[in-house]
């Protein structure tokens, strides 16, 4: 036999073993799974795909309805009809076919709402998604505004703005045994809150309150629209090699001033997570970081902020290990609000199997909140916002009313933020009362 035939009966006999490995189905797009994701102000479902698509999405009223037709699109999960139970605005989902070709999923609603969607290309693990957001009334962000500190004196408490990084489709590291980063960060936040409400003069304002999708620049316009006095951002770390541990804190660096590798690399993943949550750029437009990042109030809050990461450092060495015993800078979206001092804590390495074991404890998670709560007010106290005597009896109260295995320290869990109008150096804030 001719060695040419021979090469092509063996190239024919390869192509009909790639057809019988590969189902009939697999050739078209398919939508292989199904999520859903309530937040404050809509709803997201997410759909895996196994490629792109085209699609259409409209509304129908009388009664109200959001319709999706996916064209030439095969659906390959039963979860639709699980997913409404809890939702506030989708009653039901329901699907069909009306014409050839097309896949046509319903979803009824409760109120009229305006839909919103895009696609994803795949990144971090995640395969090509469809996000379809249902935004309620009333939940369009409102225009910013900059806060001055005669506006901020008003106030007769003082607020802490509480982070808890990732949410929702995005669930940020994840360690040997399946703990989340996003679960945990929010753990840390709501006990902070918990007892940051339960003090007089004293207000907590979380960013994100549940398992939900919050963009980067959004969570800075929620800090603002709070008029915070602090900020925190929680976080959890992960690296390939499993023996790193410790707690580490960070602040924003001037543009183009991020010398370390290391955290010009973290803070390279941590801005990756609007990418990965499903974020559309036009959504929000921040004008006010580029213009304070030129003001004069830029250096205090610079200074301020690492005073404060210093200060949680020292109080963090009290209940675990410590990667870096001084802050680091980057360049970290989520710290954009420069009108008050921001810091990022990176609370340890969920990659490393015991770290992970101590994040997922209630009780290693209060001692964090305490530790963060208590560097705060030390440092409240010392650039003089807050009077001694507060100080004093916030800290009584909290040793007084909380104990862990013989520890006692401040309830506290993520970071905090004071407020600079646009042409004065830091304001005071008012005592407790």
């Not at 991020?258 to 974020?279: C, H, I, Q, S, Y």
């Amino acid at each position: 036999m001719k060695p040419t035939l021979l090469f092509s009966r063996f190239l024919l006999l390869l192509i009909a073993l790639s057809v019988l490995q590969t189902p009939a189905w697999a050739k078209s797009p398919q939508i292989n799974d199904v999520r859903l994701w309530t937040a404050p102000d809509h709803s997201r479902l997410v759909f895996d795909l196994n490629r792109t698509i085209e699609y259409r999405i409209f509304r129908l009223h009388k009664p109200e309805r959001v319709v999706l037709d996916l064209y030439g699109v095969k659906l390959r999960t039963t979860h639709l009809k699980k997913l409404v139970s809890s939702d506030p605005v989708i009653k039901a989902i329901r699907h069909g076919k009306p014409e050839d070709g097309v896949l046509r999923i319903v979803l009824d609603v409760e109120e009229a709402v305006k839909p919103r969607s895009f696609l994803l290309k795949p990144m971090h693990g995640k395969p090509h998604r469809l996000v379809v957001d249902l935004m309620r009334s009333g939940s369009d962000v409102a225009e910013e505004r900059v806060v001055t500190a005669d506006q901020m004196r008003s106030k007769k408490e003082i607020v802490i703005a509480i982070d808890a990084g990732h949410g929702g489709e995005d669930p940020g590291a994840i360690g040997k045994s399946g703990l989340q980063e996003k679960v945990v960060t929010l753990a840390v936040a709501k006990e902070l809150a918990k007892t940051i409400n339960a003090r007089k003069g004293m207000r907590a304002v979380l960013i994100r309150e549940g398992d939900y999708f919050v963009p980067l620049k959004k969570r800075v316009l929620l800090a603002r629209r709070s008029r915070a006095d602090l900020m925190i951002s929680i976080h959890a770390d992960a690296v390939r090699n499993r023996g790193v541990k410790g707690a580490s804190v960070y602040t924003l660096s001037e543009r183009g001033a991020t010398p370390d590798k290391v955290a010009k690399a973290l803070a390279a993943r941590e801005n990756a997570a609007d990418a990965v949550g499903g974020f559309v750029s036009s959504e929000i437009d921040d004008p006010m970081v580029n213009m304070i990042l030129g003001d004069m109030a830029k250096r205090d809050s610079l200074n301020s902020a690492y005073l404060l990461a210093e200060t949680i450092i020292k109080d963090f060495g009290e209940v675990g290990p410590v990667k870096y015993d001084v802050p680091k800078r980057a360049r970290f979206a989520v710290l954009g609000a420069l009108e008050m001092p921001s810091v990022l804590v990176e609370l340890d390495f969920i990659s490393n199997p015991s770290r992970e074991r101590m994040l997922r404890s209630s009780t290693h998670q209060k001692r964090m909140a305490r530790a963060l709560l208590n560097a705060s007010l030390t440092f409240l106290k010392r650039q003089g916002h807050l009077k001694q005597t507060a100080v004093n009896m916030l800290q009584h109260q909290y040793s007084s009313a909380h104990q862990v295995d013989g520890l006692k320290c401040l309830n506290h869990s993520e970071r905090l933020v004071i407020s600079y109008s646009a042409g004065e150096r830091q304001r005071e804030l008012l005592p407790l009362i």
